[in-house]
């Protein structure tokens, strides 16, 4: 693998930032875990187990028959009763579980255990009413309320794997994973608040049933109230189902293995796979991840992960983490610049938030709007800030360390991904002393290497192939419907061992650095999007000929997408003409996948350049978009294309960034930019 410019500047950062003192004497994690763990991995992880509440105990750690785990084979558990009920047995009923935020000031509502038990007993209760039983799927299209966690822990206490669209995704994405999970039951909610207005949820909705035959029943949550369609028999409203049923349910304990969610995300092919995780050893990894990553302490923490809960990390440190901990968290609906760009500090004065968990994205969109609105708000409540979802810059490192952390609050760079189900690599934020732009060791228990092509780990300061070399309680089990494609996908380059799609080196000390992804996956904002897919979105235009997509590196989101399109000879693409034409592209993107998806920029162009055997040469296209000299051309089968197309790129207006909210069916976010994206929030 070659390091490119940027990064080796990078790779020579040098600074270096101790663990808090104050933070470290009280830590939850001592310096001891790392041999602890070293010394007996399965005891470690064992010892994470005993911190829930099974009933009935495991007999053996793993069984692993490569590439399939098993953890605490043998146990059984409830992963609500685990985020829900053993708080209120405990006597801690009364404390707060989320402080929610709505967008619109003065929205709040803050929810404790002992309500959040009544809510999800409820919600089992309507489910079940609904025919909704152990094993089924159910589909959840939410904004960001107290419900879609409620819901998810509804699902969770029957039995029911979950499948959460992130509301940002089309219609058409909500579909095709309802189809390929087989849900039933779609939960989901008129609308949500942002930016000021309403998005509509319930219309994609109404659309995506077009094409799902198989769902009985809608299920409903009022938050914005506008008029919405209804069709009798199959929607129904949360409020006339969920809030009438009975606040008792004995729940029932399932196999340590039993299902517990699928999760979409994209792979180097076009369709997405659905990633599951299981619950005793998901549970397991979350829960210890939260404890001693972010060192909750639920007598005096309070928690924001500003992500959304669509995504992973929603799932991992907005629900499953944080709840089975015990601790209060702040959740919050809307825009980072709603009601004022310091609306962010604004909530962490208020609620006194301990620990922040978000994303680069959001931290360099931040950076751009101004130190002064953090410095509008007191935010030495803060003593953990974390970050996710990519490589973090030096610059971004270190402004976040300063101007949110107040240069005392410990930074943990988290890397992880939706098929890990929680995070992997990190420091320690009692232990670790930090660099800026590396996400430093392995958690305790996990075996994670860099390995070049011939499947040994490379020397240090060498680039290869970042994998982990033994099973961990939070992985994946499998692709949903599809195990062929998990074993190919994850497996087969070094057998046994888990490929993650990402490129790392290690450096002298041994810590990593993260370096991004080796496939065709872009992480626009943090957000994961297969070239192929928005190709195949491109080109399902009838009046496109071929399409080729690259990620471009972008200051704010990271990558932004390029495209560059051939069109077919009988189209009009002159003066407006080719405007409108790109115009539309874009609106196909966005309503195939998402806004999220929707190109940076879109260049027709009469030709691609291709090898002789008629390969893209995708590598030439990046540098073309990232206005850089071109690279070897010595293999395509006519150079003067390359040309001509860094000639029209040179020319083409830089595209003015669309902010528009569009048709309701696309949903709520537009993370064509970052401001709206916030990574994952
Ligand atoms: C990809 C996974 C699971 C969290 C959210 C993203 C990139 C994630 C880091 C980090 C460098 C990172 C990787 C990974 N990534 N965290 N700290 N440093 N890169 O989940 O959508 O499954 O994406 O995000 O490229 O493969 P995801």
Known sequence: MTISPELSVLLHENRQFDPPADLAANANAQPEIYERAAADRLGFWSEQAEFLTWDRHWDEVLEWEAPHSKWFVGGTLNASVNCVDRHVDAGNGGRVAFHWVGEPEGDTRATTY?????????????????????????????????????????????????????????SEALSTRIIDCGAQVVIT?????????????????????????????????????????????????????VEKASTDHTPEMFDSEHPLYIMYTSGTTGTPKGVLHTTGGYLTHVSSTSRLIFDMKPETDVFWTAADIGWVTGHSYIVYGPLANGVTSVMYEGAPDAGGKDRWWKIIEHYGVTILYTAPTTIRTFMKWGEEYPKMHDLSSLRII?????????EAWIWYHSNIGGNTAAVVDTWWQTENGGILITPLPGITATKPGAAMKPFPGISAEVFGNDGKPVGRGEGGFLVVTEPWPGMLRTVWGDDERYQRTYWSKFPGVYLSGDGAKKDDDGDFWVLGRLDDVMNISGHRISTTEVEHAIVSDLKVAEAAVVGASDPITGTAIVAFVTIKASVDTEGEAGVRLVAELRDTVAERIGKLARPRQILLTPELPKTRSGKIMRRLLRDVAEHRELGDVTTLADSTVVDMIAELMADAPAEAEDTTNGSAASGVADSTTAEEAGGHA
Request: with cysteine.
């Open 386 to 394: 974390g970050s996710v979802g990519e490589p973090i810059n030096p």
């Open 189 to 241: 909610a008129d609308g949500s608040w942002r930016k000021g207005v309403i998005n509509e949820l319930k219309p994609a909705v109404d659309v995506a049933m077009d094409s799902c035959p198989d769902v009985r029943h809608v299920l409903v949550v009022k938050r914005t109230g506008q008029e919405v369609d209804w069709r009798t028999g199959r929607d129904v409203w949360w409020h006339d189902t």
């Open 114 to 170: 002992a309500q959040l038990k009544d809510q999800v007993c409820q919600a089992a209760n309507a489910l079940t009413d609904l025919g909704v039983k152990k094993g089924d799927r159910v589909a959840i299209y939410m904004p960001m309320i107290p419900e879609t966690v409620v819901a998810m822990l509804a699902c969770a206490r029957l039995g029911a794997p979950h499948m959460v669209v992130f509301a940002g995704y089309s």
